[in-house]
């Protein structure tokens, strides 16, 4: 047997761990282990033991994993030669190995591969970089390094050996034809017409395919590579998704490539999977199918919808409308005298603000208002007014410099005011003492930053007599003054229940006749929404296509996949 080795001693932490107990040498099929010192229990080592038979699965290695107290100047070369691993794979006729020894006292740890080819395999610059990164990764857990060299190892060795064709009945051409594939008959003939019927629905609406899988026997394979390898080498893509339940081990796998890689983020698969593994569990795979068809087929339309508006965005500041009225509680009249109020404000301030009101949908009332504004031409800081008339709420969402203008004293303030009015149905009071107060607040805001920048922007011109004044009379005359004025508004203040600003709608527009009510309108903030990505967030203005979407990785055909799966 040719032996090829490289010895790489990387120090590690391995004095610090926790001693178990140790444990006597065992075999695991092509895993064997020592544990002279007890540094992981038998759940860890079962753990490992898994890793080492999906590498022996692919590459044909052996590996054996030594944990020792210490060499005792021994060379670690000899140590090798002799180890019970070495000799147990010349008696089972194993050709190739992987032999990784953790020495305690010196905290160092040494890879050794051997075998005939073993030096095809792996160059020694590929076992460095292997053991180098497993370190850098383990953290505090030396379950964490080993099984780090041993994914990397298999890794490395798929790289250089790429998989053959897989072994797979031809299945119908997708079109028209057959979306499910029940190998393990876990539903009713009825059950897979209606599924069927589904997925291509989603076909035709989005385009792609979508394909749901069930196995007993994954052909050694991992779920995720059998759901990659079904869809690559049977006619399906280059769009689509797949569901894969693998009875093996009880395990799904959704697979996607092309334009569902962008559509399904790590966090959306994840969610789906959560969905589907209730009924998994207890056995309802009919009710587990349509969840997930029903949770593809919203996360489909909300990517093409994000990506229509993404599309279809107005320039920033091209807006000329600014009483957006879905709901129509606002008369004509009263849009035309309030528009170029609205217009005038823009001028006066360079913000926007936008009374937007609807009949809600379901979608909560921040995101309504917060989608409009964003790609309807509005300015980048400014204020909306969302009014969600079916629901009775509404929201003051505020943007960029309107966080500073608008206080949350004002704000609170505004919030009782609008209240007053939405209570009576009376939302021409409501829009109006909006706009009334945001533009006190926004014109005290200016006059306020004004001053810390250096004060007002007007220019005085000083004459002569007034550089002949004793200004430090001035100065003293100024600050006697001031304390008798803060004396008497003090005594004011406490003299009165309350100093709260009244934002009334009489103030902005004269003619109406409207009170303003004490009454706090019924609100409440209750998050109805869709599923949103996380990495399309709208206040942002990106869009995640080509850019978001999921993790990935590359099949055997050299296909790029995303998705994720777990255990029922």
Same mark, same amino acid.
Request: glycine fraction near 10%; hydrophobic fraction near 35%.
């Given at each position: ?42 759940? &860890? =080592? ?29 060379? @670690? ?17 194993? &050709? ?9 006292? /010196? ?38 390094? @080993? ?38 008959? *876990?539903? /009713? ?8 019927? !589904? ?15 069930? @196995? ?53 698969? +994840?969610?789906?999977?959560? !969905? ?16 997930? @068809? ?17 599309? +279809?965005? $107005? ?26 109020? *609205? ?23 921040? #995101? ?37 203008? *608008? ?18 149905? +009376? ?31 007007? $220019?005085?011109?000083?004459?002569? =007599? ?49 009170? +303003? ?9 209750? !998050?109805?929404?869709?599923?949103? #990505? ?25 296909? /790029? ?8």
């Amino acid at each position: 047997m040719k032996k090829r080795l490289i010895s790489l001693i990387i120090v590690i932490a391995l004095l610090a761990m926790p001693v178990i107990g140790a444990l006597a040498y065992v075999a695991d099929g092509p895993f064997y282990h020592i544990d002279e010192v007890g540094y992981l229990n038998d759940g &860890e =080592w079962d753990e490992l033991a898994a890793k080492a038979k999906e590498f022996n699965s692919v590459s044909g290695y052996y590996t054996g994993v030594e944990i020792i107290k210490s060499l005792n100047g021994e060379k @670690i070369s000899d140590y090798h030669d002799e180890s019970a691993f070495v000799e147990v794979m010349k008696e089972q006729g194993a &050709e190739k190995g992987l032999h990784v020894i953790l020495v305690s006292d /010196t905290a160092s740890v040494q890879v050794f591969t051997f075998g005939e080819g073993a030096d095809d395999d792996f160059s020694d610059t590929d076992l460095t970089a292997i053991a180098v990164e497993s370190v850098s990764n383990m953290g505090s857990s030396v379950k964490d390094l @080993i099984g780090g060299i041993i994914d990397g190892s298999k890794e490395k060795y798929a790289e250089t050996h790429p998989e053959p064709t897989p072994d797979i009945d031809p299945v119908p051409a997708p079109s028209g034809g057959t979306l499910v594939f029940d190998y393990a008959d *876990l539903i /009713t003939e009825d059950e897979e017409v209606t599924i069927n019927q !589904m997925l291509l629905e989603l076909t035709s609406k989005y385009g792609g395919d979508h394909l749901i899988v069930t @196995i007993d026997d994954a052909e050694g394979k991992s779920s995720m590579e059998y759901a990659d390898d079904f869809f690559d080498y049977n006619g399906y893509g280059p769009d689509g998704d797949l569901l894969l339940i693998n009875m093996e081990d009880r395990s799904y796998w959704m697979s996607t490539t092309g334009e569902a890689i962008d559509v399904f983020t790590d966090n959306d698969i +994840n969610f789906i999977g959560n !969905m589907i593994t209730s009924y998994l569990s207890g056995g309802d795979y009919f009710g587990a199918f349509k969840q997930y @068809i029903t949770m593809c087929d919203a996360e489909y339309q909300s990517y093409r919808e994000q990506k229509e508006k993404e599309e +279809n965005k $107005k320039p920033r500041g091209s807006a000329t409308e600014f009483l957006i009225d879905k709901a129509g509680v606002i008369d004509t009249a009263t849009k035309q005298k309030l528009e170029p109020l *609205l217009m005038k404000f823009r001028e006066k301030y360079k913000n926007d603000l936008l009374i937007y009101i609807y009949e809600g949908d379901g979608y909560s009332i921040y #995101h309504e208002g917060i989608e409009y504004f964003e790609y309807e031409g509005y300015d980048l800081s400014g204020c909306v007014l969302a009014i969600d008339t079916k629901n009775n709420d509404f929201e003051i969402i505020k943007q960029l410099e309107t966080h500073h203008a *608008l206080d949350e004293k004002a704000e609170n303030s505004l919030r009782k005011g609008i209240a007053g009015y939405l209570k009576k149905d +009376n939302y021409e009071g409501a829009v109006m003492a909006f706009m009334n107060a945001m533009d006190q607040e926004y014109s005290s805001y200016y006059r306020t930053k004004d001053n810390i920048l250096g004060g007002s922007k007007i $220019k005085y011109v000083l004459t002569k =007599w007034w550089r002949n004044i004793k200004w430090f009379v001035v100065t003293i005359a100024y600050g006697a003054v001031s304390l008798i004025s803060f004396l008497v508004t003090g005594k004011w203040k406490s003299d009165l229940k309350s100093a709260k600003p009244k934002y009334e709608a009489q103030d902005y527009i004269s003619g109406f006749n409207l009170t +303003n009510s004490q009454d706090i309108f019924l609100y409440s903030h209750t !998050m109805t929404e869709r599923i949103v #990505h996380e990495d399309r967030d709208h206040s942002s203005g990106g869009f995640s296509g080509g850019g978001g979407g999921s993790s990935t990785h590359v099949s055997s055909s050299g296909t /790029t996949h995303g998705g994720g799966g777990g255990h029922f």
